[in-house]
Structure formats: C-alpha cells, structure tokens
C-alpha cells in the first residue's frame, strides 16, 4: 500500500505487476508506520493528513449528489501537478503543429499529430463546475467536436484560470476552487469504487435503525483499523487505553475507514496510471483512443495502449526457466 505504483492489466493476460520504490513517498494515508514494535496496531492522529476538520473528512456541496470526502494536500498539489504539466504539453503541441504544413502532419507521428491526441486532455477530462447556486452540469475538455484550441480555452476558463462573474478569481480563491474541482472528480471516482468493492463482497452496506453503515467483508482489517482509530483520535473519540469510547462509536469509524481506505485506493491507482505512463508507457496521445459518437466525448482512451502494456514490464526473456524447485505439478511435459 506504500510507495508501490501498481501497473495495468496486462491486456489479456489478467495479471498485474507493482513497482516498488524506496526512499519515495506516495501521496495518500501512510501505513509505514501502522505498527509499533510489539506488533500492535498504533493510533496516530496525524495520518489522515488534514483529511479531518471540526471531525469530519466530507463536506456537501449544493447540487453534487453526495457529499465530498475531503483530500489531503499532498493528493491534491499532485493532481495539480499533473494537470499543469499537461496543459503545457498540451500548448507546446498545439504550437508545433500551428507550425506544420499538411502534408507534413500525415507524415508526422501517428495519433499523436495525425489525430492531434496530443494536443488534446487525456488526464483531466472535465469538470464540475461551482457557482454560488452550487454545482453546474459536467463540462468536457476532450471532446471530438472540439478543436484543440477551443478544448484549451474551455479548460482554461473553468479550471486553470478560473472568474467569479467579470473577475478572474484571486489566487487564493483559484486554488480553493481547483482544490474543490478535482474533489468532486475524484468523488465520483470514489462512488464507483465503492459500489465494485460492495459487488465483490469486499465491503456490505447494513441499515440499522434507519442508520447507514459500511462493514468490513474482505478488505485489510489491520489497516481499517488503523484508520479508523487514527480517525477517533483526531476526533477526541478514544479513551485512556487507546479504544473507541463505546461499541456504536467504533462502528461508525469502521464505516468511515472504509471509505477513506477505498479513496486511497483510487488516489494511488490513478497515481499509478500517471506514472507509468511517465515511465514506461509514453505519452497516452500516441495511441488510438475512442469517441461517443453522438456526444463526441472521450469514452475509452485505453482501447489499444492496453494491448501493449504487457511489453511494459517485459524483460524480453522466458523468467520462468530461471526459476528453481519448482513442484511438479506446476511443470508441463517438457519441464
């Protein structure tokens, strides 16, 4: 769970594989330290990281569907940090090819030019946009009824360089209001995840007492736990020996780990895809992506990068025949 990026599915393969870093630390909840040496779950106040204010770690925004669990900055300055980095990707393509006749585009690297995927957004897509009436309709920055250009503006208007009415916004106020842009976003990521996490039986949603609570199925106990007291603490819910003050107060914390453990899920898996693709897989703009062709909105950019991510981690060379002792039942006829 800690300084590990994991990769993607290796196409049909339905495998995976992690890159292990050391001395990098990954944005989100650190469970480095979850244990003390006796081997005992400890309580620290300090790692949900800000996520906790006035004892909660959500907020409600007028017109969102659900309320918004709070991200901790570190995970925000490192989306903020992708999205800049891909706009000035994104201009410095789209000044190339302002640059370039036609005939040298149907000549230039395909997709990237040809389709011109890499002046387009494939990690910030869009945006919920905030009014002083609440939230607005959801506002696409890849779309194929967009030019390039005309993405960038709209990106540009309703993230990057935000106005309240005539004004553009101070930079305090732009930075609370990306801050609560990219909350929403990953909200709605969050929300899926739970529901898959429900479907698989990892996680199950009891009502009690007209009371709503998410009980542990198969997720990492030792973790939730370390949540969810780190969470009591912060909150002044424990008592002298370290527990929860009463039974209904733990189950209540249990039921908010959960959530934020799955949010650091989703944070780091997005983190992950960033990265890989920073590392092994190259700009996303160089493979074919796919369109709704009625709305014109970006549905798959994946389609065919994942057909070549099992190249990614490959050594070019058979690691099974390096491996010893291995029984025989796992051995074909030719051993």
């Given at each position: 769970m800690d300084n590990t990026l994991t990769g993607p599915t290796m196409s049909d393969k339905k495998s995976y594989y992690g890159v292990h870093l050391k001395g990098i630390r990954i944005p989100g909840i650190d469970y480095s330290h979850m244990y003390d040496n006796s081997g005992k779950i400890v309580v620290d106040g300090n790692a949900l990281g800000g996520q906790v204010r006035d004892g909660s770690?959500?907020?409600?925004?007028?017109?969102?569907?659900?309320p918004v669990v709070r991200q901790r900055q570190d995970v925000i300055d490192q989306f903020l940090s992708y999205a800049y980095a891909e706009?000035?990707?994104?201009?410095?393509?789209?000044?190339?090819?302002?640059?370039?006749?036609?005939?040298?585009?149907?000549?230039?690297?395909?997709?990237?030019?040809?389709?011109?995927?890499?002046?387009?957004?494939?990690?910030?897509?869009?945006?919920w946009p905030v009014t002083k009436d609440g939230v607005g309709s959801y506002v696409s920055f890849n779309n194929a009824k967009l030019t390039p250009k005309q993405a960038l503006e709209k990106?540009?208007?309703?993230?990057?360089?935000?106005m309240i009415g005539d004004r553009p916004m101070?930079?305090?106020?732009?930075?609370?209001?990306?801050?609560?842009?990219?909350?929403?976003?990953?909200q709605k990521r969050l929300t899926t995840m739970m529901m898959n996490l429900k479907q698989k039986g990892l996680i199950e949603l009891v009502v009690d007492d007209g009371n709503k609570y998410w009980v542990n199925k198969g997720l990492p106990a030792d973790a939730i736990e370390?949540?969810?007291?780190?969470?009591?603490?912060s909150q002044n819910r424990l008592d002298a020996t370290g527990n929860a003050i009463d039974q209904n107060t733990m189950r209540t914390a249990i039921s908010s780990a959960i959530v934020?453990?799955?949010?650091d899920?989703?944070?780091?898996?997005?983190?992950?895809?960033?990265?890989?693709?920073?590392?092994?897989?190259?700009?996303?703009?160089?493979?074919?992506?796919?369109?709704?062709?009625?709305?014109?909105?970006?549905?798959?950019?994946?389609?065919?990068?994942?057909?070549?991510?099992?190249?990614d981690g490959s050594t070019g060379i058979n690691n099974f025949t390096e491996l010893t002792n291995i029984p025989e039942h796992w051995l074909d006829k030719d051993g």
């Open positions: 770690y959500s907020y409600d925004i007028a017109g969102f569907d659900t706009r000035e990707s994104i201009i410095k393509t789209i000044n190339a090819m302002s640059e370039m006749t036609e005939e040298e585009k149907k000549n230039a690297v395909k997709n990237f030019y040809t389709s011109e995927n890499g002046a387009k957004f494939s990690s910030l897509l869009g945006v990106a540009d208007k309703n993230f990057f360089t935000p101070t930079e305090r106020e732009a930075n609370d209001y990306r801050r609560t842009l990219l909350e929403m976003v990953l370390f949540i969810a007291k780190s969470l009591l603490r934020l453990f799955a949010n899920m989703v944070v780091k898996h997005i983190m992950s895809v960033e990265e890989h693709e920073r590392l092994y897989a190259s700009n996303p703009g160089y493979f074919k992506w796919k369109y709704d062709k009625k709305t014109g909105d970006l549905t798959n950019r994946l389609v065919e990068q994942i057909k070549r991510n099992g190249g």
